[in-house]
């Protein structure tokens, strides 16, 4: 019998078979769900200790420290933004373990409210739509939810009044902040030629203005009262089109015939988490104040020139008509810091003694824009 040749033996540097790479995979993808669940039970015995501590078991500031660290160690090729996204959910599953969540936003789902909270909270907790801002507001004072997910400020249109009011009204804190990037996007179930009107929320029609008028300079505007509902209406209306996220659009239905259509690039809303509680110190912390100054010359710029003297940076003031009170107003500002750092302390007490009323809206971890 003749001798066979020897084999050759495989060359390293050819990349493996099909069957070899799925099941690396499915190796990796046992030994993540074992670390998965390792690390959900560890956070379940820090929940426990918080519970019986008094403490709150949610901490919006760990949580933020806990995803810039992983975007801080990732070396790719996956982008940092889709590990955060891995990880907040992972974080969410977790929490879910022992604290079931409700978070009031306003809905109805794939607002951009909504899409705030998904990228605050992940999707392992109970979202309560609500019709307004103020509803939301009512929703955490009154106990039915823990937190809630409310617009601040848009970069484009600035301050949300509804917001601010119910601030001047009600007790409840930010303790957490949420820059969105907005992307509108239009959406319709027939062609662009077709569309004679456009529903979406006014804010959105605004931020969209120069684009309509140029693409759909005969289409007649309607508000309605939020961008989801301008999805559920264009989905039953013949000819109508909504402004609204991809996601609404993919929810209802309806075809996306341009994207990014807001006249200002980087359009971004700052959203607030509100609740009962401050969160911990990150070290890039942000705080928020409210205060009342004598109706008198000098008097705002005297309550302005006391965080200066404590070198602490104002990175947002507005003013705000107090209700019912002729010429009347209240001050928002928010300056970097957290309300334990002692320069923060020095500033309060210091408007506390020239102001008749100063309420500490919070101190959150300063955050990263997402969408």
Known sequence: MAKQPPKTPPDASKPAGLAALRAQIDRIDRELVEQMNERATLAGQIGKIKQSNGQQTYDPSREEMVLERVAASNAGPLSGESLKSVFRELIS????????????????????????????FGSSVEFVPVASISAAFEEVHA???????????????????????????????????VPLRIHHTLLAACDRSAIDTVYSRPQALSQCRNWLARHLPNARLVEVTSTSAAAETAARTPRAAAIASRQAGVHHGLDV????????????????????????????????????????????????AIPK???????????????GEERGYVFFVELEGHRDDLRVRRAIQALERRCKRVVVLGSYANAAAVG
């Open 93 to 120: 599953g977790s929490r879910a373990i022992e604290q079931h969540l409700r978070v009031a936003h306003l809905g109805p789902a794939w607002t951009y409210s909504h899409l705030a909270a998904l990228h605050r």
């Open 143 to 177: 106990g039915h939810s823990h937190y809630g997910v409310v617009p601040l400020e848009n970069s484009t249109d600035g301050r949300i009044a509804d917001t601010l009011d119910n601030f001047s009204r009600l007790p409840v804190k930010i303790c957490a902040e």
């Open 257 to 304: 015939l341009a994207e990014n259509i807001e006249d200002v690039a980087g359009n971004t809303t700052r959203f607030a988490v509100i609740g009962h509680a401050d969160s911990g110190r990150t070290g890039k912390d942000k705080t928020a104040l409210m205060f009342e100054t004598e109706h008198k010359p000098g008097g705002l710029a005297d309550a302005l």
């Open 309 to 323: 003297k404590q070198k602490l940076n104002l990175t947002w003031i507005e003013s705000f008509p107090l209700p």
